[in-house]
Nanobody, 117 residues
Framework: QVQLVESGGGLVQPGGSLRLSCAAS????????MGWYRQVPGKQYELFAH???????KYTDAVKGRFTISRDNGKNTVYLQMDSLQPEDTAVYYC???????????WGQGTKVTVSS
């Protein structure tokens, strides 16, 4: 089982930036597709950024051009650089593996991002 610890969230004004980190335990990390998900109250987890082991990143239209996912396999860490943040980006952000049926492991505690003036 992989354990996930997200960090880096906070309160930011519209147009601002944040960088999230997700540290993962386990040697399986380097061969696993990883993703950033977010959740708002009452809704399901949304996968919006994905980085497979070949580093070919994918994004939903909602974040494309504003967010950048990256990974450091040597540190078992995946990052999310978020620029031009908007109020609709307010959510709790999680990382997890990306499998054929969605997330792969137990969820971490997440990191809350609030975009507000």
């Amino acid at each position: 089982q992989v354990q996930l610890v997200e960090s880096g969230g906070g309160l930011v004004q519209p147009g601002g930036s944040l960088r999230l980190s997700c540290a993962a335990s386990g040697t399986i990390f380097s061969i696993s597709a990883m993703g950033w998900y977010r959740q708002v109250p009452g809704k399901q987890y949304e996968l919006f950024a994905h980085i497979p082991d070949d580093f070919r990143t994918k994004y939903t239209d909602a974040v494309k051009g504003r967010f950048t996912i990256s990974r450091d396999n040597g540190k078992n860490t995946v990052y999310l650089q978020m620029d031009s943040l908007q109020p609709e980006d307010t959510a709790v952000y999680y990382c997890n593996g990306v499998g054929p049926n969605g997330s792969r492991w137990a969820w971490g505690q997440g990191t809350k991002v609030t975009v507000s003036s």
